[in-house]
């Protein structure tokens, strides 16, 4: 499973970015897609998740009501639609596939190489 993301960048307090991710396999092995972030010195964490078959999405606290997550099954791509950025969304974005999902990093067993996204003030 190759998972490639894309999107990231330079964007200024409020603005929106949409960062893609799509995979080279739809199978039992990525039935939930999920996105990370890690920011300078900071571990990982979740940042939200989507089922390819019922496209249910689930987030994290600290993004709920600004990100969307979406997907497109006939592009084999999800989504992260990004609004109201903050410096502190500022970090590496990672995609990652799971069989089952969640929202820690163990449950998800392959990984895109991750986009930085900077939000400057």
């Known amino acids: 499973v190759q998972l490639q993301a894309s999107g990231g960048g330079l964007v200024q307090v409020g603005s929106p970015l949409r960062l893609s991710c799509t995979t080279s396999e739809r199978s039992f092995r990525t039935n939930v897609m999920g996105w990370f972030r890690q920011a300078p010195g900071k571990e990982r964490e979740f940042v939200g998740a989507?089922?390819?078959?019922?496209?249910?999405?689930l987030y994290a606290d600290s993004v709920k009501g600004r990100f969307t997550i979406s997907r497109d099954s006939a592009k084999d791509t999800v989504y992260l639609q990004m609004n109201s950025l903050k410096p502190e969304d500022t970090a590496v974005y990672y995609c990652a596939a799971s069989r089952t999902g969640g929202r820690s990093v163990t449950a998800f067993g392959y990984w895109g190489q991750g986009t930085l996204v900077t939000v400057s003030s």
């Open positions: 989507i089922g390819w078959s019922e496209g249910v999405a």
